[in-house]
């Protein structure tokens, strides 16, 4: 088989202790996680089982050579928000995520892949899918310096192309990776299910909530396996994270919080390219207009390319939020965010949204501006204990009793549980690699990763459109 991939155009040590701690049953130290309390594979049968039982999404019809761009991050008309697609159809036949052990691939059936982009993400897929045992047999980008590097990175006789359409034609190709920048991510996903290829997508799956409902419709026409790529979806320590809040460790949960803290200096340079860009190919169905260096080096900065920070990182952070708490998209959400250090970029720099859901809020912020409580992080408050996640795996901590004098009863400090993260981050793409072969959905279906960006898409409206956005 073969394989073609696209793109681009408070903390401590959490090293080791697993601990058993009231409700919260972990391995003891020296035990692997697949063989604690029956293993993963029985919790996630259990789960597949009681998925089964959800309706499918309503196929299309078939695919169509163009499609009427239902694309950008600008404004929007006012009550469209979700209704192209509603909630059961966001998360109908999500079935539970398999995590395969790796194992290598035999010289008859190695697969074959092809990469659009091969810039920063891109660039680390390709070299992931080839550790894997992937065959990258086509290369394909925008920019001269990036497709040649990784095309020197490749197995000899790899085929550079210019043009993506190209790429898809190569013999004997089995998948595609598509790694391009986000408004990207719709055409050429629709151009290799034409093709019969299977697809993993990076994040976040689409440019705003109607692309994300004709985009479900479209993959569910097909019999392509399609992984989005958030990873966070095959990591173990989250599997475990979801057990103990299943068997009712955090007591009810009435607050989350996500947070993403880096202090980054986005590339807005605006000084000549250092090789040969293909502006024209690069825009693709986005607005035309002359070439801004800056605008290809932190396309994430510009609403014609991207959702902002917002939907790249808040997809990973509000999937796991939802997931962990049985929601569906929110109900509502509110954003107020600023450029504060990036001043010719578009997408705010600093922000906050808050998201109401039928029963429970949350709010995800990201600043840019700052390395405090560095990187991601995401915590769960329950009646019971609240739970951190963040780099280092996850904590509990046990809540103290409610008071009429609640000044004179806290720190809830106590840690009754914790998990380290020893995750592979090989194990997204293995898990996309495993279902060419079984034909059984991945890890993070198109429903999956349509219903993490809902959330994100919609705080986009309200910060652009300075107003509350419902479903």
Not at 68 to 79: D, K, S, V
Not at 110 to 123: E, L, M, P
Request: proline fraction near 7%; include cysteine.
């Amino acid at each position: 088989m073969t394989f073609v991939a696209a793109q681009h155009v408070g903390q401590g040590d959490w090293s080791g202790r697993s601990r058993v701690l009231g409700n919260a049953r972990l391995a003891e130290p020296g035990t692997s996680f697949h063989s604690m309390d029956g293993n993963l594979e029985r919790l996630l049968e259990a789960e597949k089982e009681r998925q089964k039982r959800a309706p499918g999404v309503a196929a299309a019809t078939g695919l169509r050579d163009s499609v009427e761009p239902a694309r950008r991050c600008g404004p929007a008309p006012r009550g469209h928000t979700l209704a192209a697609m509603n909630r059961r159809e966001m998360l109908a036949g999500v079935a539970a995520p398999v995590l395969i052990p790796q194992r290598a691939f035999g010289a008859n059936d190695r697969v074959t892949f092809g990469i659009a982009g091969t810039g920063n993400r891109g660039g680390w897929l390709h070299k992931s899918f080839m550790r894997l045992g992937a065959e990258c047999v086509a290369v394909c980008d925008t920019y001269e310096p990036y497709m040649e590097r990784a095309r020197r990175e490749s197995p000899a006789g790899v085929k550079p192309y210019a043009d993506y359409h190209d790429l898809l034609e190569h013999p004997g190709l089995d998948c595609v990776v598509v790694a391009t920048p986000d408004h990207q991510h719709r055409p050429m996903l629709y151009a290799a299910l034409k093709a019969k290829k299977d697809v993993y997508l990076e994040k976040p799956f689409s440019m705003n909530l109607a692309e994300s409902a004709e985009m479900v419709r479209t993959v569910r026409g097909t019999d392509r396996i399609v992984q989005v790529g958030m990873h966070r979806r095959s990591m173990p320590f989250v599997y475990a994270a979801k057990k103990l809040i299943d068997e009712g460790t955090l007591g009810k949960v009435w607050h989350a919080r996500a947070a993403w803290n880096w202090n980054f200096v986005e590339w807005l340079d605006n000084s000549p390219l250092e090789g040969k860009l293909d502006w024209e190919r690069f825009l693709g169905d986005a607005p035309k207009r002359p070439l801004e260096p800056r605008r290809f080096r932190w396309w994430r900065g510009f609403w014609d390319y991207s959702g902002g920070n917002m939907t790249d990182q808040g997809t990973h952070l509000m999937d796991v939020i939802q997931w962990m708490t049985g929601n569906s998209p929110p109900k509502s959400a509110v954003c107020n965010g600023a450029v504060c250090r990036n001043k010719t970029a578009e997408a705010p720099d600093v922000f906050t949204a808050v998201f109401e859901y039928p029963a429970m809020m949350a709010t995800w912020s990201l600043n840019y501006t700052s390395a405090y409580d560095y990187d991601w992080s995401i915590t769960l408050q329950g009646e019971q204990a609240a739970m951190v996640l963040n780099r280092f795996g996850y904590r509990v901590f046990k809540e103290v009793q409610p008071s009429p004098q609640p000044w004179t009863s806290g720190p809830a400090d106590k840690v009754i549980a914790e998990m380290p993260d020893k995750d592979s981050a090989d194990a997204h793409p293995r898990n996309f690699l495993e279902c060419l072969r079984s034909r059984q959905q991945p890890n993070c279906t198109v429903e999956i990763a349509a219903a993490a960006v809902a959330g994100p898409h919609m705080a986009n409206l309200a910060y652009r459109e300075g107003r509350k956005v419902t479903a």
